[in-house]
Structures are given as C-alpha cells and as structure tokens.
C-alpha cells in the first residue's frame, strides 16, 4: 500500500480507538511497533484527537479560568509535540529519499510531505465527528442534511489529498521533486526567544 493511504488508515484506526474511550486523558496505545512509520502516525493523530477535544472544552462559556490557563498551556505542550512529529516524519522520509538525485529541472512544494500528511490527520477528525453529527437524534433535518453535504465534501477531500500526496512522494523517488525539512522554530515555547519568557528570568537573576 502506498505511504499515504497507510497513513490515512492508521489515522482512521486511531480516531476510531480514541473515541472508544472519549478521554484526554487516557493513555495513548501502542499498537504498532516502535519507530515504524504506523507507530508515528498513531502517535501523531492521537495527539490530535486530544487537542482537538481539548479545544472543545476550553471553548466552555462556563469553564473555570484557572482550569481555562491550565487546558491552555496543555494546548501549546500539544501545539510542540504535534510540530515535532510532523517533523519527525518529515525526517524519515528526507532520509529514505536521501540516495535521489533530483532532475536539473526539479521543483520543491509548496509544503513538504509530513504537513500535508498533518492535514489528512485533522481531515480523519473532520470527518468522525461530522459523521457523528449526521447521526444525532436531537437535531433537526436541516441540520443532519447539511452536515452530510459537508461530510461528502470532506470525503472528497480526504480521496483526493491521499493521492496528491502519494503523486508527490512517487515523484521525489522519480527526482521530479525535492524535498527540504524545515524546522518550524517556534519562538513562543522557548525562553531564549519569547520576551516575556527571558524578561521573567533576568528578572529573576536580579
């Protein structure tokens, strides 16, 4: 099976077993074997269900705002792990490509292909949760009718990104593309970059 369709089952796979328990705080399974490309897309998606339920609940006009910073500062740890995974794949695959030599006239993407695999990630969360809404009892036919035209088109959607993706990583072994892995160097996490971070810790020193 070609490298994004087995992604996209595992993807599939892993919000199927989230949803099975419907907790953030469950442990995430291991059901592939260590350091395989399955493994890194269960592990990868299943962060995102996590965030994604995450970022229902802080959306609660009645939450806590104690509880409100605490899920906050979850959602960026969640926001870096994602980036690091994605990364990650990113990696994998500049290695297994690493023996191409690109065609004079080869052009880069626009994205590499772990991002665009990022976002078949979420497209798997799109699509279970609108199913779910087409299958509500409590809501009224207008609604159940539009959430099946959005589920169609996010179908659609998921089809159609497997292949693209799949056509590019086929023509990155062929050398009709080139791949680079660019590190997303996210300034907010790190206290050597955010200024409110480093301003609080030579405050300290003084």
Known sequence: MKFAATAREVFDRAVEEYHKHDNIDHPAPEPFPQGTPEAIFFAKCWIDAVQWHLEDIIRDP??????????KRRIDRSNQDR????????????????????APDATINTESPAWALD?????????WHMREQTERTDADAGHIGRCRMKLDVLLEQQKDLT???DTLLEDIEAGRKYMKVYR??????DPA??????????GEKN
């Open 62 to 71: 009645q939450i806590d705002p104690v509880e409100a910073l605490a899920l």
């Open 83 to 102: 980036t690091d995974m994605v990364e990650e794949i990113d990696s994998y695959l500049r290695d297994r490509f690493a023996g191409v030599t690109p």
């Open 119 to 127: 976002r078949l990630s979420i497209l798997a969360l799109k699509i």
């Open 163 to 165: 292949e693209a993706i």
């Open 184 to 189: 997303q160097m996210k300034m907010y996490n």
């Open 193 to 202: 970059t955010n200024p409110v971070l480093y301003a609080n810790r030579d």
